[in-house]
């Protein structure tokens, strides 16, 4: 069964920043989408950033784009999302999710628990 494990979250200042791991454990990695989405209380879950990790195509959230960076190792089986300039609208839980498509969060089958990211102002 495909298990993503995030690590990495926490409390930062405005303005911070924070790294992202995920490494989807059991799962086929080469030539598939693995996304970071991230859900807020009484909001609905969105997608932050994606990478197709067979050419490195990412896609990203308006809200992110020129802040949030996302890659991945292949060779680690990892992919990470640098997150800078943070703000307090970015406090949310991260979820790390694979095998969907771009950021498309119905399309993910497979999630991991999620990392608690708070940013105070």
């Known amino acids: 069964q495909v298990q993503p494990v995030e690590s990495g979250g926490g409390s930062v200042q405005t303005g911070g920043s924070l790294r992202l791991s995920c490494a989807p454990s059991g799962f086929t990695y080469s030539r598939n989408w693995i996304g970071w989405f991230r859900q807020a209380p009484g909001k609905e879950r969105e997608g932050v950033a994606a990478i197709y990790t067979g050419s490195g195509v990412a896609v990203y959230a308006d809200s992110v784009k020129g802040r949030f960076t996302i890659s991945r190792d292949n060779a680690k089986n990892t992919v990470y999302l640098q997150m800078n300039s943070l703000k307090p609208e970015d406090t949310a839980m991260y979820y790390c999710?694979?095998?969907?498509?771009?950021?498309?969060?119905?399309?993910?089958?497979?999630w991991g628990q999620g990392t608690q990211v708070t940013v105070s102002s």
């Open positions: 999710a694979a095998g969907g498509v771009g950021l498309a969060v119905s399309l993910y089958r497979n």
